[in-house]
């Protein structure tokens, strides 16, 4: 039975990630220090022999003295709302928390993943972004702290892959949706759904011309396993190819939910990407991945996990 190490662990990816990789029998040590994950999305796994929930900062130092085949470092706040609550800790856990990742990944001769952003290409002048696209980042701006943070942890880890000879692997996840997302998560799906389920205005930014496209979280899980077990050379786009404006997105939550709640727009927040879709030509090639949930399919599935309140 092989051992994984999941950072972020009890966040939302994290929690599909362990259950995932339980049911194909890894032996699963899960790390997080409970900011932005919950203790309650793992609660299920907790009397699991072969799954070990650890609380705890990874930018302070850990030692492990079992072995360990795969480290999983997905800790970080990943949506405006919370890394912009958390600055520093951002900074630190995608800086400090990954060197002490990258050390363990080392020490043990573990294959490393790191879960890296479409946040890296910042406002893109590309569309849609390849992997070849070094970004429009503004490294001052608000976004900057999780931008630059995570841009560093793919340098750093690319540094590890060329001096130590660690197995890297870089998956540049793009807006993901589905089951176990916050109610106030502060992106587009969470809020919405939360708006429309309650019958309160929605909220859309901007003009709501700006686009984006939604990967289901199932998708997504399947990508990084394919990912984690692979030897191709990273970093990845995972994510779904499908575009659409985000009062398009809105308008369909209000339909799915049957609501009458009405748009109302604020102002868009400073260096909100207009634009936002991954090219996946190297993922369909390379890892024979493709997403295959739809949207409406994958809303009516997280909308009604929304209505159950868990």
């Known amino acids: 039975m092989k051992t994984v190490l999941i950072t972020g662990g009890a966040g939302f990816i994290g929690t599909h990630l ?25 609660e299920h796994l907790l009397d699991d022999e072969n799954f070990k929930f650890i609380e705890h900062d990874i930018t302070k130092p850990i030692e492990f003295d079992e ?3 795969y480290v999983l470092h997905f800790a ?32 043990k001769k ?51 892959r060329k001096k130590h000879n660690v197995d890297v692997k870089i998956a540049r996840i793009f807006n993901t949706y589905g089951p176990l997302m916050r109610k106030d998560d502060g992106r587009a799906i969470p809020n919405f759904i939360s708006q429309a389920l309650s019958n309160r205005p929605i909220t859309v930014y901007g003009d709501g011309k700006q686009t984006r496209s939604f990967c289901y979280v199932d998708d997504l899980i399947a990508g990084l396993y394919k990912l984690m077990l692979s030897k191709e050379e990273s970093p990845f786009n995972l994510g779904n190819q499908d575009e659409m404006p985000i009062l ?20 868009l927040p400073t260096d909100d990407p207009k634009v936002r879709r991954p090219d996946i030509t190297k993922a369909k090639r390379y890892l024979k991945w493709e997403p ?7 809303l009516e599935t997280t909308i009604e996990w929304f209505r159950e309140g868990k």
């Open 18 to 42: 362990c259950n995932l990789l339980r049911e194909r029998d890894y032996r699963i040590i899960c790390l997080d220090n409970l900011i932005t994950g919950k203790k309650s999305n793992i």
């Open 67 to 69: 072995d360990i085949d």
């Open 76 to 107: 970080s706040p990943a949506s405006p709302v919370d890394y912009l609550n958390y600055p520093i800790k951002t900074l630190k856990v995608n800086s400090l928390g990954t060197h002490n990742m990258l050390g363990i990944a080392k020490k």
């Open 110 to 160: 573990a294959i490393f993943l790191l879960a890296s952003t479409s946040e890296i290409y910042g406002d893109p002048k590309q569309h849609p972004q390849k992997e070849t696209y070094w970004g429009n980042v503004n490294c001052l701006g608000p976004r900057g702290v999780y931008d630059e943070s995570k841009r560093f942890a793919e340098s750093l880890s690319t540094a590890y």
């Open 248 to 267: 398009e997105l809105a308008n369909l939550i209000i339909k799915l939910t049957n609501s009458s709640s009405k748009i109302t727009y604020k102002p």
């Open 292 to 298: 295959t949930t739809g949207l409406r399919e994958g």
